[in-house]
């Protein structure tokens, strides 16, 4: 789509970063790569089975 990308793996790195995408006025990306372990998911039930709440899906829930 025409937008520049920069990856960025040091905190210390952000501000040429932000300077070098901002210069052109162009789309850009920044991929922050700061830390190594892995992100908790944005919603913990995302991984939960699912809770039937209407009586004529009870048969199929998880639970």
Same mark, same amino acid.
């Given at each position: ?16 970063? %932000? ?5 052109? @006025?162009? +789309?850009?990306?920044? #991929? %922050? ?5 892995? @992100?908790? +998911?944005?919603?913990? #039930? ?18």
């Amino acid at each position: 789509m025409g937008a520049q990308g920069i990856t960025v793996s040091r905190v210390d790195e952000i501000g040429d970063a %932000l300077k070098t995408v901002v210069a052109p @006025g162009k +789309p850009a990306v920044i #991929d %922050l790569l700061l830390k190594r372990e892995l @992100g908790e +998911p944005f919603r913990r #039930d995302a991984f939960r089975m699912p809770r039937r709440l209407l009586e004529k899906y009870q048969a199929h829930s998880a639970q």
